[in-house]
T-cell receptor, first 113, second 116 residues
Framework: SQTIHQWPATLVQPVGSPLSLECTVEGTSNPNLYWYRQAAGRGLQLLFYSVGIGQISSEVPQNLSASRPQDRQFILSSKKLLLSDSGFYLC????????????FGSGTQLSVL | AQKVTQAQTEISVVEKEDVTLDCVYETRDTTYYLFWYKQPPSGELVFLIRRNSFDEQNEISGRYSWNFQKSTSSFNFTITASQVVDSAVYFCALSERLAGRRALTFGSGTRLQVQP
């Protein structure tokens, strides 16, 4: 069966520090991968998605970047964190074309102080 | 403009009451999918249902039911005889074929609190 792992679960970082969140999927190949962010009390905002290795689509211009160095690995990064980067980050995956349901990781709560 | 609108920010009910969560969507596409997800306090999103735009039949799953009406662009979710374990944030989402991307657009969510 397929599983998705996301870490760390909680992260507290000072403003200006770098960020690296990692997500891996097991039990499937060539998944579509996604990073969503949920600001406190707000909905889910799509940040990046990837349909293959090295293929990254950005939804919102911002202080963040994403990379997919391996088929089932998706990394969210920042060189210098801002206060506004605080939030709950969720990785997700799906298989196939549009319209498929997403399977979500357990999320990372990021607090930038 | 919001593609998925969940106007109810927060709803509080007493256990055993019925509650309906509203979802209104906007799309020019004739082919699309609608979803509901549940986010319990643990944070992970749990898939509840997917409905395609050609299937307007209402669906019932235990205490959960969904009412899809294309004429009003709504996909409402009803919990019958609510329980404390239903307390969570519920998200409605849309996937459009013509959008050209394989991602879901989520509403802002409705926080449901079920009091014992």
């Amino acid at each position: 069966s397929q599983t998705i792992h996301q870490w760390p679960a909680t992260l507290v970082q000072p403003v200006g520090s770098p960020l690296s969140l990692e997500c891996t999927v097991e039990g499937t190949s060539n998944p579509n991968l996604y990073w969503y962010r949920q600001a406190a009390g707000r909905g889910l905002q799509l940040l990046f998605y990837s349909v293959g290795i090295g293929q990254i689509s950005s939804e919102v211009p911002q202080n963040l970047s994403a990379s997919r160095p391996q088929d089932r690995q998706f990394i969210l990064s920042s060189k210098k964190l801002l206060l506004s980067d605080s939030g709950f980050y969720l990785c997700a995956w799906t298989q196939g074309d549009w319209g498929e349901k997403l399977f979500f990781g357990s999320g990372t709560q990021l607090s930038v102080l | 403009a919001q593609k998925v609108t969940q106007a109810q920010t927060e709803i509080s009910v007493v256990e055993k009451e019925d509650v309906t969560l509203d979802c209104v969507y906007e799309t020019r596409d004739t082919t699309y999918y609608l979803f509901w997800y549940k986010q319990p306090p643990s944070g992970e999103l749990v898939f509840l249902i997917r409905r395609n735009s050609f299937d307007e039949q209402n669906e019932i799953s235990g205490r959960y039911s969904w009412n899809f009406q294309k004429s009003t662009s709504s996909f409402n979710f009803t919990i019958t005889a609510s329980q404390v374990v239903d307390s969570a944030v519920y998200f409605c989402a849309l996937s459009e074929r013509l959008a050209g991307r394989r991602a879901l657009t989520f509403g802002s969510g409705t926080r449901l609190q079920v009091q014992p």
